[in-house]
């Protein structure tokens, strides 16, 4: 739930509230005038957390606090999460074996690392007239990968290019 999905005392609009103390007791349904009192007498915020409940459910608690302590957990949450890099290896139909070995050799080593490899395939003037040539090349490059790698995206064409994307291949695989 998003802050601006909280409401904080004066922007409640309800007559009458459950309350849900600091302590998480619940103090039943009371006018929101009593329940902006408990909350200030407790030196606290008075926050509806559920306004489509009915009567709306508000929670006594420090605010600033609640939002500080849900900062903390995305920047946690965010410091965990893996990022995957994808590189890319770019050919053109007429790229002869012995250099398209080359660029396989980098997709080997990235695909070990656990980074995700397009292969691109750029046609220039009227070699888009055979895109069998750079699919079967598409393929053989797969062929060559597929002890590291599983072909995440067939190839398909995308305006002048061919486009394939290869992923690590699971454990069990290799």
């Known amino acids: 739930m998003s802050t601006s999905e909280y409401r904080i005392n004066e922007r409640i609009r309800a007559r009458e509230v459950r309350v849900i103390t600091d302590q998480n007791e ?3 349904v009371i006018s ?8 200030n007498e407790r030196g606290l915020d008075l926050v509806e957390v559920s306004p489509n409940a009915t009567p709306p459910v508000c929670k006594v608690m420090d605010f ?8 903390k957990k995305e920047r946690e949450a965010r410091k965990l999460q ?24 980098d ?8 980074m995700k490899v397009k292969v691109r395939i ?19 490059v797969a062929e060559e990968l597929d002890d590291v790698a599983v072909v995440e995206q067939s190839p398909n064409m995308e305006g002048r290019t061919m486009l394939m994307v290869l992923a690590p291949a699971t454990e069990k695989k290799k």
């Not at 590189?87 to 070995?101: A, F, G, Q, V």
């Open 26 to 28: 619940n103090l039943g």
């Open 32 to 39: 929101i005038q009593e329940a902006m009192r408990i909350a």
């Open 64 to 71: 600033g606090k609640f939002q500080y302590e849900r900062a």
């Open 82 to 105: 893996k990022t995957i890099e994808v590189k890319e290896i770019r050919l053109r139909p007429k790229t002869d074996d012995h250099h398209r070995s080359f660029k396989v050799r």
């Open 107 to 114: 997709a080997r080593r990235w695909l070990e690392e656990g």
């Open 122 to 140: 750029r046609f220039r003037g009227r070699e888009i007239t055979y895109p069998e040539i750079a699919r079967d090349m598409l393929r053989e």
